[in-house]
């Protein structure tokens, strides 16, 4: 079992920064893919970007790509996600998730834990 708590979400004006931290529990946390989905009012979750076990191997959606940056710390049990040049429709809840596998990709029924979310609210 793995517990994941996203916090560092908030408001920010356009062209700000966020940076978004989602704190593992379990020892397994470093043997698992972990993403990053978001969901605005009235929409389907979206993939933003996902990372493998090892942190080498990242993936992300069109939207955010040269913006967004995830990372890892495995030593700390964290994921991190760097958000950079917001926009107002960067705002959406955003979770984390993790994958029972060293690799994950965009389609969130490859992961199995979910946290429950911070608001990200970009002001134009």
């Known amino acids: 079992q793995v517990q994941l708590v996203e916090s560092g979400g908030g408001l920010v004006q356009a062209g700000g920064s966020l940076r978004l931290s989602c704190a593992a529990s379990?020892?397994?946390?470093?043997?698992?893919?972990m993403g990053w989905f978001r969901q605005a009012p009235g929409k389907e979750r979206e993939f933003v970007a996902a990372?493998?076990?090892?942190?080498?191997?990242?993936i992300y959606a069109d939207s955010v790509t040269g913006r967004f940056t995830i990372s890892r710390d495995n030593a700390k049990n964290t994921l991190y996600l760097q958000m950079n040049s917001l926009k107002s429709e960067d705002t959406a809840v955003y979770y984390c998730?993790?994958?029972?596998?060293?690799?994950?990709?965009?389609?969130?029924?490859?992961?199995?834990?979910w946290g429950q979310g911070t608001q990200v609210t970009v002001s134009s």
């Open positions: 998730a993790a994958a029972t596998s060293a690799v994950a990709g965009p389609d969130n029924s490859e992961y199995n834990y």
């Open positions: 379990g020892r397994t946390f470093s043997s698992y893919a």
């Open positions: 990372i493998s076990w090892t942190g080498r191997s990242t």
